[in-house]
């Protein structure tokens, strides 16, 4: 079992569309709690940094439930750009800043 | 430019030599990580260094692959007798201070593949 897992999708969605993507974590030492964005043969880059408080950024809002070790973006008015793979990312045991990847769910926003 | 930089950016190698690849991470930044990338996966964690310091080498797949970063600053992942399950995207990562909670800036990645 993948320490991080997610759906890999495709979810095809039209513009303005919500959509949302989940994750499970199994390492409940994990610390910190991110969404990173990856565009076709490109870095992963930091979208949002997750908290148990839920924090929102423009139209992403992430989501972190630390007792069914669950993490969640929602994605409201969905655009073109918007177009990538999300990575669900968690930290590793102690106060190292190694990051566990999932899969990566691929997102498709369609005219 | 300020960020991470890695290179070469393409590496064609024939299985059984040896490859070596460059990190060169943000000015001041103390931590350093290196990840592999296969296809249509996440990015899994190979070694991490604070200064020069290599703190951490448990995701090092095998004794074919060693890292170093002898100045605290440039590192090097070297990969010896490639076999083509080593072909992948090689991502390089730095850090301010390594802390679970800081943001790491990845550079745009090594694209290995082994014939």
């Known amino acids: 079992r993948k320490e991080v897992e997610q759906d890999p999708g495709p979810f095809n969605v039209p513009e303005g569309a919500t959509v949302a993507f989940n994750c499970t974590y199994s390492n409940s030492a994990s610390q910190s709690f991110f969404w990173y964005r990856q565009d076709c043969r490109k870095e992963p880059k930091l979208l949002m940094s997750?908290?148990?408080s839920g924090n929102e950024d423009g139209r992403f809002t992430a989501q972190l439930n630390r007792a069914s070790q669950y993490i969640s973006l929602l994605i409201r008015d969905s655009k073109l750009s918007d177009s990538a793979t999300y990575l669900c990312?968690?930290?590793?045991?102690?106060?190292?800043?190694?990051?566990?990847f999932g899969q990566g769910t691929t997102l498709q926003v369609k005219p | 430019g300020a960020g991470v930089s890695q290179s070469p950016r393409y590496k064609v190698a024939k299985r059984g030599q040896d490859v070596a690849l460059r990190c060169d991470p943000i000015s001041g930044h103390v931590s350093l990580f290196w990840y592999q990338q296969a296809l249509g996966q996440g990015p899994e964690f190979l070694t991490y260094?604070?200064?020069?310091?290599?703190?951490?080498k448990s995701g090092l797949p095998s004794d074919r692959f060693f890292a170093e970063r002898p100045e605290g600053s440039v590192s090097t992942l070297k990969i010896q007798r490639t076999q083509q399950e080593d072909s992948a995207v090689y991502l390089c990562a730095s850090s301010l201070t390594g802390a679970h909670n800081q943001p790491q800036h990845f550079g745009d990645g090594t694209r290995l593949s082994i014939l």
């Open positions: 997750v908290y148990s």
């Open positions: 260094f604070q200064n020069e310091a290599q703190l951490d």
């Open positions: 990312v968690v930290t590793g045991s102690g106060n190292t800043g190694k990051l566990i």
